[in-house]
T-cell receptor, first 109, second 114 residues
Framework: GIQVEQSPPDLILQEGANSTLRCNFSDSVNNLQWFHQNPWGQLINLFYIPSGTKQNGRLSATTVATERYSLLYISSSQTTDSGVYFCAVRNTGRRALTFGSGTRLQVQP | DSGVTQTPKHLITATGQRVTLRCSPRSGDLSVYWYQQSLDQGLQFLIQYYNGEERAKGNILERFSAQQFPDLHSELNLSSLELGDSALYFC?????????????FGPGTRLTVT
C-alpha cells in the first residue's frame, strides 16, 4: 500500500515563529488532506489539496504531485496551533485515507 | 464543526463487554468511514459503507462489526472487548465513495476498556 512519511516528528516553536511541515508519499494520489488534531482529540480539516497551493489565514499548503510531497506552512504561530498535524492520502487503489504518523507541534508563549 | 456527529463522546466499560458507537454523517453524504486511533497503531481505517452497503474493510477485527441504516447513520459494534481496544474511534463522511472526495471527521468517541 501507499506509504506516508511526515517530518519532523516533533517541533517546538516560540509564539510568532514560522514553520514548515512536510509530507512525502510513495505513489500518485487523488486525495491529500491536512488535519490538525487539537489537544482534545478532535480532527479538524485544514486543507484538501491533491495538487497546487491553497491559503487560509496564517496557514497555507502546497502539493507537488509529480514529486510526491506536500508542505504545510504555519506563519506567526500561536499557542492554539499546538497539537498534532496529520497528512492523509488516498488513490484509486485504496478505499480510505492512509495517514502519516503526524508532526507534534508545541507553541510556547 | 464538521457536520459529522458521534455519540457518545466518552465510554468506559469492562473487558468482555459489548458497546455500540453511533455516527451521523454530514447532510447529504452517502459514504461513512470508521477509523481507530490508538497510541501504538496510529490512525487506521476499519470499514466503509456507502448508501447502506459495505464497500471496504480495513484492519477491522472479527469481534467488530458495523452497519449503515436507511437514514444513513452508522453504528460500530465492538464485542468481547479487550484492554487493547481502548482507543479513539472516529467516523468520517464524504459525498461519494471515490478517492477524490474530501472526508470530514466527527469529534470521535473515546473508549476506555478497564
Amino acid at each position: 500500500g501507499i506509504q506516508v512519511e511526515q517530518s519532523p516528528p516533533d517541533l517546538i516553536l516560540q509564539e510568532g515563529a514560522n514553520s514548515t511541515l512536510r509530507c512525502n508519499f510513495s505513489d500518485s494520489v487523488n486525495n491529500l488532506q491536512w488535519f490538525h488534531q487539537n489537544p482534545w482529540g478532535q480532527l479538524i480539516n485544514l486543507f484538501y489539496i491533491p495538487s497546487g497551493t491553497k491559503q487560509n489565514g496564517r496557514l497555507s499548503a502546497t502539493t507537488v504531485a509529480t514529486e510526491r510531497y506536500s508542505l504545510l506552512y504555519i506563519s506567526s504561530s500561536q499557542t492554539t496551533d499546538s497539537g498534532v498535524y496529520f497528512c492523509a492520502v488516498r488513490n484509486t487503489g485504496r478505499r480510505a485515507l492512509t495517514f502519516g504518523s503526524g508532526t507534534r507541534l508545541q507553541v510556547q508563549p | 464543526d464538521s457536520g459529522v456527529t458521534q455519540t457518545p463522546k466518552h465510554l468506559i466499560t469492562a473487558t468482555g463487554q459489548r458497546v455500540t458507537l453511533r455516527c451521523s454523517p454530514r447532510s447529504g453524504d452517502l459514504s461513512v468511514y470508521w477509523y481507530q486511533q490508538s497510541l501504538d497503531q496510529g490512525l487506521q481505517f476499519l470499514i466503509q459503507y456507502y448508501n447502506g452497503e459495505e464497500r471496504a474493510k480495513g484492519n477491522i477485527l472479527e469481534r467488530f462489526s458495523a452497519q449503515q441504516f436507511p437514514d444513513l447513520h452508522s453504528e460500530l459494534n465492538l464485542s468481547s472487548l479487550e484492554l487493547g481496544d481502548s482507543a479513539l474511534y472516529f467516523c468520517a463522511s464524504s459525498g461519494g465513495q471515490g478517492p477524490a472526495y474530501e472526508q470530514y471527521f466527527g469529534p470521535g468517541t473515546r473508549l476506555t476498556v478497564t
